[in-house]
């Protein structure tokens, strides 16, 4: 079921049905993009209307972190749990392995988009990655990044390159990328190539992953942090 929260849609459905909306649609060659939100890109979106269109045209929106459930609970709308975009990724990538599926992996530092590549394929033997490529690149030298997911015939994408980059990057060029399924994960490929840690599950479980984040990051992300969650609250304050 689609819910608004904060202006924008959220489809409160649970991890398992998130997954199986997802392999449906790209079953039936349904243009799909999903967005994951969390505090942070609430934030971002109420400051930029480019983000903002682009989470209203998105066919899958989805409570990343535990700030879009408590926000939802305070607001009296039911969302059932969180679908963190990293788990999705996860979720999906067998699942694209089980069905042929050629995916692309797009983002991220040169190493480490190489090493999630490389990670993906053992954990997932029959899993084609039909192509990678490191998020650093100029906008010049985006149509031709493009091109090769296009030529690579990739049917899903992940794109690493931090919000808004990656949200705008799909929106400029998803009708190019040839692809069926396209999700922004953030941090996604640092995961899976090892280089960054997850909280533990009970931390997760307890919805407090962004603060044990929070107390890895360096000192300048976390003053960030705090102004976007401060203001967050802010948000959902006036919303009541
Ligand atoms: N990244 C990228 N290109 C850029 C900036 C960042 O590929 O121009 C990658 C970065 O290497 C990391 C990922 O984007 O792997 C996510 O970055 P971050 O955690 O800052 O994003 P968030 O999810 O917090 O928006």
Redesign the pocket.
Known sequence: MRIELLGLPLDALTFDDTVRLIVQRVERGEPTLQVSMNAAKYVRAAENPALRDFIRRAHVVSPDGAGAILAARRLGLHVPERVPGVDLMLALLPAAALRGWPVFLL???PE?VERAAAEARRRWPGLEVAGHH???FRPEEEEGVVERVRASGARMLFV????P?QELFLDRWFPRLGVTYAQGV??G??VLAGVARRAPEWVQRAGLEGVYRLMLEPRKRWRRVIVDNARFLAMVWRAR
């Open positions: 983002g991220a530092r480490v490191h998020g650093y690493a390159m931090g919000t980059r953030g941090g490929f640092d």
